[in-house]
């Protein structure tokens, strides 16, 4: 079946730093890719929607310049978190789907940021 | 009122006992989804549904679009079975499957030994 990879799946750094995590599609092109963030015990939150070759849809309230979403290919997108803090500190996922009708969604493993 | 709500938030049961998990959820849908999430975090996608019923292995999803209510029943539960199920409603349009998932807040199942 389809399979999203998600890297790394933690990652600790200190305050002012940026880090980026990596989505990749294995066996399918990811035509659209969501980014999810979650704090503990509550539900997932869309942040933004990256579609191939545009520019990200970001939802409101997400700031663009922090999370920095790049979808430059079929296979490959990744969320940078810029000059992160500890309020950062969050579970991120990402989800994928190819398009077609009724192929639904596959979600990668999660990255656990910790801000320190 | 969210627009989809899981029923119950938390559940415990001992080792075999047939699970079921509730949503309903008050938005127009193209399809209905049930997620698994591990305690590691990671989610695996479960059902797609936007009529009757699926089976998979102990897993039956079904879904009433008159009554906008869709159950997930686990037979035979195992404590591999612990994680938190999440319902999702996929909105209704053109290219469905590419569009935002109203997530409900998942129900915490708990299966001892």
């Known amino acids: 079946g389809a399979v999203v990879s998600q890297h790394p799946s933690r990652v600790i750094c200190k305050s002012g730093t940026s880090v980026k995590i990596e989505c990749r599609s294995l066996?399918?092109?990811?035509?659209?890719m969501f980014w999810y963030r979650q704090f503990p015990k509550q539900s997932l939150m869309l942040m933004a929607t990256?579609?191939?070759?545009?520019?990200?849809?970001?939802e409101q309230g997400v700031e663009k310049d922090k999370f920095l979403i790049n979808h430059a290919s079929l296979t490959l997108s990744t969320l940078t978190v810029t000059s992160a803090h500890p309020e950062d500190s969050s579970f991120y996922i990402c989800?994928?789907?190819?398009?077609?009708?009724?192929?639904?969604?596959?979600f990668g493993s999660g990255t656990r940021l910790t801000v320190v | 009122k969210n627009e989809v709500e899981q029923s119950p938030q938390n559940l415990t049961a001992q080792e075999g006992e047939f699970i079921t998990i509730n949503c309903s959820y008050s938005?127009?849908?193209?399809?209905l989804h049930w997620l698994q999430q591990h305690p590691g975090g990671g989610i695996v996608s479960l059902f797609m549904l936007s009529s009757g019923k699926k089976k998979h292995g102990r897993l039956i999803a079904t879904i009433n679009i008159q009554e906008k209510h869709s159950s997930l029943h686990i037979t035979a539960s195992h404590p591999r079975d612990s994680a938190v199920y999440i319902c999702?409603?996929?909105?209704?349009?053109?290219?469905?499957?590419?569009?935002?998932?109203?997530f409900g807040t998942g129900t915490r199942l708990t299966i001892i030994p």
């Open positions: 990256s579609n191939e070759g545009s520019k990200a849809t970001y």
């Open positions: 999702a409603a996929d909105p209704p349009g053109a290219n469905f499957g590419n569009e935002k998932l109203t």
């Open positions: 989800s994928a789907a190819a398009g077609p009708r009724g192929y639904g969604y596959t």
């Open positions: 066996d399918f092109q990811a035509t659209t």
């Open positions: 938005v127009g849908i193209s399809a």
